[in-house]
């Protein structure tokens, strides 16, 4: 289905749902049937979808228990190197340290000097990492820390990313750093889909991460347990419309680029026809 006609979809069942023109009980047979055919999967996208209009816990307490495993994940941010049994973790230390440096509110410098620590698990011996594309460690330890401590809200998370933006440029330069990035954001984010699409529009925007890059983690083999999940196409779309505009952007520049060019060329041209006539003027005089 398309997008456009999914969303209204969705926005006519929440609709029908909230006026009670349908009971739980003319939806109660789909609880029989495997959690990934059609209506079940339609039925846990029209909640998550309403979630955007409430809350969680508004969900919750409207569905019946019956229906409780339809229910969308509670949008809560995993942050992995926050439970002290998770110590043997790599980076743990490093994520301690950086948790406390940005509520320092320490500097771009302070922080890379921290994640300077962490070592390189793409390079086998213990050389300085320079000349490697990205380090995914220092990727993950500083997104999902930067992450985590802006969950507050939208806007906290957008101020990260705006604040700290040197860093992520710093170290997602090349296109392996970038699909890390994404990576890393879906594993802190992957309960609250809401986040990722707004984190990813964002990413794009301040250029972060592009569109190719956005497209590859879509489609890689990791997102593919998720590909019939309405929130990814949200993304690929909002993605391919991004990239349309950039396309007509720069060939209207282009466009204009070669009027101009005409114009001179011309402007040349008449030019030296003036001096070819001023020129004839003066041997028949």
Known sequence: MPLHLSSTFLQREHVRTHTYLH??????????????????????????KS?????????????PDTFAALLPANPLCVYKYG?????????????VSLCSAIK?????DEILGILKDLPNPN????????????????????????????????SHSFSALAKFHEIFKTLAEGDEGKLHVLRVMYDTWKCHPQMMAMLVDKMIRTQIVDCAAVANWIFSSEMGHDFTRLYVWEILHSTIRKMNKHVQKVQNELEETKDKLDKQHKRRDSDDDYDQNSDDDDDDD
Not at 29 to 42: Q, S, T, V
């Open 123 to 154: 390079q086998e011996d213990d050389d300085d990492d320079e000349g490697f594309s990205f380090n995914p460690l220092k990727i993950e330890v500083f997104v999902q820390t930067l992450l985590f401590l802006a969950s507050k809200s939208f």
């Open 83 to 95: 439970d002290e049994s998770n110590s043997s973790l790599p980076g743990y230390a490093v994520a």
């Open 104 to 108: 320092s509110k320490a500097s771009n």
């Open 51 to 63: 979630m955007r209009l409430s809350y969680y816990q508004r969900i919750v307490d409207i569905v």
């Open 23 to 48: 009971t739980h009980t003319h939806r109660s047979d789909c609880l029989a049937l495997d959690p990934d055919k059609a209506k079940p999967k339609f039925l846990r996208e029209v909640l998550e």
